[in-house]
C-alpha cells in the first residue's frame, strides 16, 4: 500500500525550515503540488540567507523534479492568507490538503511571561490554523475532499516547565480539531492532529545533543503523510519522534452520581479515587456524551 499525493494540492505553512519543510519535501516527492508557506528568511549557508525561506525550499523541491510555488504570507494575516489560497486555487484549481505548522517559542515561567507574549503565541499557533483553515474550509466542502493537520505538542497535551502560552495554544488546536472533524465528516474533511518531537531550530536550546542526534525531523513525517492520506483517520492526536508513533486521547471515567445534596462536596472528596476510576475510561464521540453519560447516571438514581 503506497501512499501517493498524485493530483493533489497541499499548502504547509511555517515550511521554510524544520519539520514542515520535510513535510513538503515529501508530500511533493510523492505527487502534489505545494505550496510552501513561510514568512521567514532562509538559514545563512545554503544561500547567505539571500532567498527566503519558502524560496529555497521551492528551489530544492523543483531540483528534484517536484511541482511547488512559495508563498510568504504570515498566517496571522487573514488577506495574505486569503491571497495565498487564491493563489494556489488559482495556480492548480483546488486545495485537498492543509498542514497548520508554523509556530514560534516565547518560553518563560507563567510568574514572568508577559500577557503580549501569552497572546503573541496563542495568534500565531491559534489563530494562525483557524485563519488559514477558514480560508481553505468552503472549497474543501465544495469539492467534498479535505485533509487538514493542526500540528499540537505535547506542551499542550501534558504541560511543560515554561510553556504556559504554547501549551494553552497547543491545547486550543486539538479542540479545533475536534469540532471540524466532526464539522467535516459529511463533506469528506478529515482533521487530525500532529505531535511531534523533532531536532529543530525551536529546540536548538531545550534537549542536550545526543537527545536531539535521534530527533531528525523527517522522522515525524511519516506520520503526517498517513494523516494527509486518502485513507487518512479523522479526529487522531497522533504523536511521532524519532521514528517512534502513539496515540493521544482525551477520555472519560465512567464517574460516580454523588447527588446534589448539601454534603455533595464531601460526597466528591470521598469518591475522588472512584470517580478517577479508569477502567470503564470511553473516548466520548463528541462532547454531549459527557452529559448523556451524566443525567444518564442521576436518573437511575432516583
Ligand atoms: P521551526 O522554528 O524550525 O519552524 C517553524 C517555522 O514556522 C519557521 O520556519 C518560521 O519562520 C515559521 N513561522 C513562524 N511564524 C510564522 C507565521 N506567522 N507565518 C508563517 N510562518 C511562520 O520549528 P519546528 O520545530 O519545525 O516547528 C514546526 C511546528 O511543530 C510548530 O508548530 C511547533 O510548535 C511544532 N512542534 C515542534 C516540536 C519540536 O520538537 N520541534 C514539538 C511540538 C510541536
Known sequence: MSIRFNGKVAVVTGAGGGLGKQHALALAARGAKVVVNDFGRAAPGADG??????????????????????????VTDEAAVAAMVREAVGTWGRI???????????????????????????????????????????????????????????????????????????????????????????????????????????????MPADVLA???????????????SEDAPTRAILCAGAGTFERAYITLTDGVHVGTGPDAAEGVAARFAAISDRTDETVPENGGTQGKNEVAKAMAAI
Not at 540567507?49 to 511541482?67: C, K, M, P
Not at 516565547?106 to 495568534?123: E, I, N, P, T
Request: hydrophobic share 45%; glycine share 10%.
Open 49 to 74: 540567507g539571500a532567498l527566503s525561506a519558502a524560496d529555497a525550499v521551492v528551489n530544492e523541491i523543483r531540483a528534484a523534479g517536484g511541482t511547488a510555488i512559495a508563498n510568504h504570507a504570515s
Open 96 to 206: 485537498d490538503i492543509l498542514v497548520n505548522n508554523a509556530g514560534i517559542l516565547r518560553d518563560k515561567s507563567f510568574g514572568k511571561m508577559d500577557l503580549a507574549d501569552f497572546r503573541l503565541v496563542l495568534d500565531v499557533h491559534l489563530m494562525g490554523a483557524a485563519i488559514c483553515t477558514k480560508a481553505a474550509w468552503d472549497i474543501m466542502r465544495a469539492q467534498k475532499y479535505g485533509r487538514i493537520v493542526m500540528t499540537t505538542s505535547s506542551s499542550g497535551l501534558y504541560g511543560n516547565f515554561g510553556q504556559a502560552n504554547y501549551g494553552a495554544a497547543k491545547m486550543a488546536l486539538v479542540g479545533l480539531m475536534q469540532t471540524l472533524s466532526i464539522e467535516g465528516a459529511k463533506d469528506n474533511i478529515r482533521v487530525n492532529c500532529l505531535a511531534p518531537t523533532a531536532a529543530t531550530r525551536m529546540t536548538e536550546g531545550l
Open 214 to 228: 535521534k530527533l531528525a525531523p523527517e522522522s515525524v513525517t511519516p506520520g503526517l503523510l498517513y494523516l494527509v
